[in-house]
């Protein structure tokens, strides 16, 4: 299949690990992709960074920005689907490497009427200070490397890294939403249409993925299990600021009461406002 699939990659003023995600992307077995990298307001070094990638990668590179407002994943995802030009979405978080073979597998286990959720193994702060000082690439360790940082207390599991079969297994959680993260998602862009993609109600951390893959599942769709496939490398960064939770937790339970399965802050809501250019950026000033 020579579909192009986007890669959206989420990011805010962290230009050294997007720079590790760019590098690992550009290294992929599958080179039928775009890279559309969603910057929920980080200043001016970070699309200076990215332009100095677009000669390096091999496949188009598209910035899309917003303005600075405090966390907005999901508003500038929903931008970030508006440029792209796949048929087919990856959502990549800017801090997780991808290894060579993550756009490959995807392609594998796409399938209309289904998407697809994968893992991660999480780095420790002081593997990640290595990883990005010394421009490592963990996405090429060997099983050895790996077992010596588990055992160092450098990762937090190793299954992420393991390679199981395609088979009806990953079907078996069908129907659940819980447990999934955007941070690794492949979805077709009909069926982010067909719910009007992300909710940008969401601000502050937290929960505007689950709110999205309750809506998928509520208009037909099924989930299909990643893990022990599509595991990304996910390197340590601070928690961020959670004062939202609680009222995303509560618009989330609200959608759960309800029968919705469109965005009421989504696509839609974007599409007459969108200011896209043609040297690959798109700006939004709100």
């Not at 192009?4 to 992929?28: G, K, M, P, Y």
């Not at 910035?63 to 966390?71: E, I, L």
């Not at 796409?110 to 421009?135: D, K």
């Amino acid at each position: 299949m020579s579909y192009l699939i986007s890669v959206i990659v989420t990011t805010f003023n962290r230009e050294d690990a997007l720079e590790a995600v760019l590098s690992a992307l550009s290294r992929q077995s599958d080179q039928t992709f775009e890279v559309v990298i969603a910057d929920d307001g980080s200043p001016s070094m970070t699309a200076a960074m990215v332009e100095r990638w677009r000669s390096r990668l091999a496949v188009p590179l598209t910035h899309v920005w917003q303005m600075n407002c405090g966390f907005r994943a999901a508003e500038i995802r929903n931008r970030a689907i508006l440029a792209c030009r796949g048929e087919y979405c990856v959502f990549l978080d800017g801090d997780c490497v991808a290894p060579p073979d993550f756009i490959a597998t995807h392609r594998k286990l796409a399938q209309r009427g289904w998407f697809v959720t994968g893992n991660r193994v999480l780095l420790s702060p002081a593997l990640t200070a290595a990883v990005l000082e010394e421009h490592l690439r963990p996405e090429a360790w060997s099983v050895r490397a790996w077992i010596g940082q588990r055992l160092r207390g450098e990762v937090n599991r190793l299954a992420a890294l393991l390679r199981l079969p395609f088979g009806p297994l990953r079907r078996l959680r069908s129907r659940q939403w819980r447990g999934a993260r955007s941070c690794n998602l492949g979805i077709w862009r009909s069926d982010l249409e067909r719910i009007d993609g992300f909710d940008a109600s969401y601000t502050g951390w937290g929960r505007e993925d689950s709110d999205l893959l309750i809506r998928l599942l509520r208009s037909g769709l099924r989930r299909k299990d990643g893990r022990f496939a599509t595991g990304v490398i996910h390197l340590w960064h601070p928690h961020v600021d959670r004062a939202q939770l609680a009222a995303n937790d509560a618009r989330l339970h609200a959608v759960l009461q309800s029968e919705r399965t469109r965005a009421q802050r989504g696509l839609s809501a974007l599409r007459e406002t969108a200011e896209i250019g043609g040297n690959g950026h798109v700006r939004a000033q709100s």
